[in-house]
């Protein structure tokens, strides 16, 4: 157990839609990174954000958007849902950006647009 | 671009074999580097990482990696390789400043015959 959990673990919807999905990282740790892992694409980073604050943005479409709350848990929200977007979205957290700290994986949330 | 190539996606070895994962990341600068196991279902776990304090970096499970500037190269190895070993493998580099996303690379499937 990474101690980063995703809610939720499965997630099944139609094109168009829009879903949320939740990351609460390691206790203590301050950034949390979003990343896709899809067949076609591999593990590509999405976006970071460091103890509320955007950090650096990767291959996230306009469609896509993220923040970090107050109390560290951050969401990534999905809209005009399409099937490529189906795919395993991963939350990471680590202690601080800066130093060569790994980053903590949760189990992901497997996203399915019918 | 930076970037992480792992030749084979695909490798198969006996029970008992050596197992043999190659990574090669392309930068000047040598970055961070790291192995991460996924196991089917499941998030991803660090293996190792190398963080320039020695060029050969042990592991968790008897796996380590060499670390070797003039080839750019960060190959995982495992002596005997166990049964449980069967999963996909992900090299990953960071490079420094304050953008701390991993660059993964396309990963590697270990399969391991009785």
């Known amino acids: 157990d990474s101690g980063v959990t995703q809610t939720p673990k499965h997630l099944i919807t139609a094109t168009g839609q829009r879903v949320t999905l939740r990351c609460s990282p390691r206790?203590?740790?301050?950034?949390v990174y979003w990343y896709q892992q899809s067949l076609d694409q591999g593990l590509q980073f999405l976006i970071q954000y460091y103890n509320g604050e955007e950090r650096a943005k990767g291959n996230i479409l306009e469609r896509f958007s993220a923040q970090q709350f107050p109390d560290l848990h951050s969401e990534l929200n999905l809209s005009s849902l399409e099937l490529g977007d189906s795919a395993l979205y991963f939350c990471a957290s680590s202690a601080d950006p800066l130093s060569y700290n790994e980053q903590f994986f949760g189990p992901g949330t497997r996203l399915t647009v019918l | 671009a930076q970037s992480v190539t792992q030749l084979g996606s695909h490798v198969s070895v006996s029970e008992g074999a050596l197992v043999l994962l190659r990574c090669n990341y392309s930068?000047?600068?040598?970055?961070?580097l790291f192995w991460y196991v996924q196991y089917p279902n499941q998030g991803l776990q660090l293996l190792l990482k190398?963080?320039?304090?020695?060029?050969l970096v042990k592991g968790i499970n008897g796996f380590e990696a060499e670390f070797k500037k003039s080839e750019t190269s960060f190959h995982l190895t495992k002596p005997s390789a166990h049964m449980s070993d069967a999963a996909e493998y992900f090299c990953a580099v960071r490079y420094g400043g304050s953008q701390g996303n991993l660059i993964f690379g396309k990963g590697t499937k270990l399969s391991v015959k009785p």
């Open positions: 930068s000047s600068v040598p970055p961070y």
């Open positions: 190398y963080t320039s304090a020695a060029t």
């Open positions: 206790s203590g740790d301050l950034s």
